[in-house]
């Protein structure tokens, strides 16, 4: 297990953008993938984006490709999710995740934060 600590959620008029920050700090940050979650309220958590440890990869779920994008800067032990043309279904809290795998990211598998929340108005 590994600590991640999340920042950047609040409150946003739809249209607007958000970026989500995720750190690792640790020597081991390269050596993970990185992704997200989000759990919508009243609804189960679901796949938003992962990340592989190079950061040439990078999975989306339908429901945010084209509008989030997920990145690392290993000089930092920082993940990213820039969140563009939010909507009102994006909210939720969004929890990051490291894993030794993307594969392991998307089955929720590895070590998760806590959770910020975003919240989308229209």
């Known amino acids: 297990q590994v600590q991640l600590i999340e920042s950047g959620g609040g409150s946003v008029q739809a249209g607007e953008s958000l970026r989500l920050s995720c750190e690792l700090p640790s020597r081991t940050f390269t050596g993970h993938a990185m992704g997200w979650f989000r759990q919508p309220p009243g609804k189960e958590r679901e796949f938003v984006a992962a990340?592989?440890?190079?950061?040439?990869?990078?999975y989306y779920s339908d429901s945010v490709k084209g509008r989030f994008a997920i990145s690392r800067d290993n000089a930092k032990n920082t993940a990213y999710l820039q969140m563009n043309s939010l909507i009102v279904q994006d909210t939720a809290v969004y929890y990051c995740?490291?894993?030794?795998?993307?594969?392991?990211?998307?089955?929720?598998?590895?070590?998760w934060g806590q959770g910020t929340l975003v919240v989308v108005s229209s």
């Open positions: 995740g490291a894993a030794q795998s993307t594969d392991y990211i998307k089955k929720r598998l590895g070590s």
């Open positions: 990340i592989s440890m190079d950061g040439w990869t990078t």
